[in-house]
């Protein structure tokens, strides 16, 4: 659902929340007030019926006052809560775009100093300072899905193999096999976040030299696309927590939140990901989107 639903949503549950207590409370009054007169009428005497319909008007315009008084501070809530959700998301995009200019500017210059630089090919800091930047940036985008859960994504048709080998470029130490291919309805944007996480976490917690990408077609109209590591793996428990929020045994060094955001995109794209450990050692990711028609 996209934010301007949710808000429009939150804003029509207040109103009718307030209405329908507001009607309840006029119509127990109007009630009260007709059964107090039914009983005058019957000779019930004047003073206790007059005393009952006093205090049924005051209470009663008591009661409607403090329910109109929580509903206007309930809708007021939100929209001051909306506001500043707007506010700290535009902030948010503002400063992740500067920040991500910045480290494009900076991968753009380790670059060039990798290829006019003589040496550089085994410069360890170099190397480092690649890795650094591509980790900085995935952080980034990683913190900024977060911040905007619920932005809006643009479905289209992608090759999985050709945006898995684009993906692979940034991690030149890694070794990736692609074997078949398939069209997806994904957000490109959100779908390399996703590939990106994926080989992070094989190169960085896994340590990782290769990874086996198997690319294929479902029945069911699906795309299933495995991505096997030759890394170390991880026990049992832990592959159970992959993916959940900030689930992890404590012996697995790092967060989860990119695994987490990845099966969250994934799901806004009627998609999922499954994990497993693979058939000798290292981790097995399973991705499965809808294929393109």
């Given at each position: 659902?996209?934010?301007?639903?949710?808000?429009?949503?939150?804003?029509?549950?207040?109103?009718?929340?307030l209405v329908l207590t507001v009607?309840?409370?006029?119509?127990?009054?109007?009630?009260?007030?007709?059964?107090?007169?039914?009983?005058?009428?019957?000779?019930?005497?004047?003073?206790?019926?007059?005393?009952?319909?006093?205090?049924?008007?005051?209470?009663?315009?008591?009661?409607?006052?403090?329910?109109?008084?929580?509903?206007?501070?309930?809708?007021?809530?939100?929209?001051?809560?909306?506001?500043?959700?707007?506010?700290?998301?535009?902030?948010?995009?503002?400063?992740?775009?500067?920040?991500?200019?910045?480290?494009?500017?900076?991968?753009?210059?380790?670059?060039?100093?990798?290829?006019?630089?003589?040496?550089?090919?085994?410069?360890?800091?170099?190397?480092?300072?690649?890795?650094?930047?591509?980790?900085?940036?995935?952080?980034?985008?990683?913190?900024?899905?977060?911040?905007?859960?619920?932005?809006?994504?643009?479905?289209?048709?992608?090759?999985?193999?050709?945006?898995?080998?684009?993906?692979?470029?940034?991690?030149?130490?890694?070794?990736?096999?692609?074997?078949?291919?398939?069209?997806?309805?994904?957000?490109?944007?959100?779908?390399?976040?996703?590939?990106?996480?994926?080989?992070?976490?094989?190169?960085?917690?896994?340590?990782?030299?290769?990874?086996?990408?198997?690319?294929?077609?479902?029945?069911?109209?699906?795309?299933?696309?495995?991505?096997?590591?030759?890394?170390?793996?991880?026990?049992?428990?832990?592959?159970?927590?992959?993916?959940?929020?900030?689930?992890?045994?404590?012996?697995?060094?790092?967060?989860?939140?990119?695994?987490?955001?990845?099966?969250?995109?994934?799901?806004?794209?009627?998609?999922a990901a499954r994990f497993g450990?693979?058939?000798?050692?290292?981790?097995?990711?399973?991705?499965?989107?809808?294929?393109?028609?």
């Amino acid at each position: 659902m996209k934010p301007f639903f949710h808000r429009r949503l939150a804003y029509a549950g207040a109103v009718a929340w307030l209405v329908l207590t507001v009607a309840l409370a006029v119509w127990w009054l109007v009630f009260g007030i007709g059964q107090a007169r039914q009983l005058e009428s019957a000779g019930a005497g004047a003073t206790p019926a007059g005393r009952v319909e006093r205090m049924l008007v005051w209470e009663g315009v008591v009661f409607i006052g403090l329910l109109l008084s929580g509903g206007v501070l309930l809708i007021l809530a939100i929209h001051r809560e909306s506001a500043r959700r707007a506010a700290v998301e535009a902030f948010f995009m503002a400063f992740t775009h500067d920040l991500k200019t910045s480290l494009a500017s900076l991968r753009l210059q380790a670059d060039s100093l990798k290829e006019d630089l003589p040496g550089a090919d085994g410069n360890a800091n170099l190397d480092r300072l690649m890795k650094d930047a591509v980790r900085l940036q995935l952080q980034l985008e990683n913190s900024l899905y977060y911040a905007q859960r619920e932005g809006q994504l643009y479905v289209e048709s992608i090759s999985m193999a050709d945006l898995v080998r684009r993906v692979a470029v940034d991690w030149p130490e890694l070794e990736v096999q692609v074997a078949g291919d398939a069209r997806v309805r994904a957000d490109e944007r959100a779908l390399v976040a996703v590939l990106r996480n994926v080989l992070q976490n094989a190169v960085v917690h896994g340590g990782a030299r290769s990874v086996s990408v198997q690319i294929e077609r479902s029945a069911a109209g699906q795309v299933t696309t495995t991505l096997a590591d030759d890394g170390r793996g991880a026990p049992a428990d832990v592959i159970r927590s992959l993916g959940r929020p900030l689930a992890r045994a404590a012996a697995f060094h790092g967060s989860g939140v990119g695994l987490l955001i990845s099966q969250h995109l994934l799901g806004r794209m009627r998609g999922a990901a499954r994990f497993g450990a693979a058939a000798r050692r290292g981790l097995t990711v399973t991705i499965d989107l809808p294929e393109a028609g």
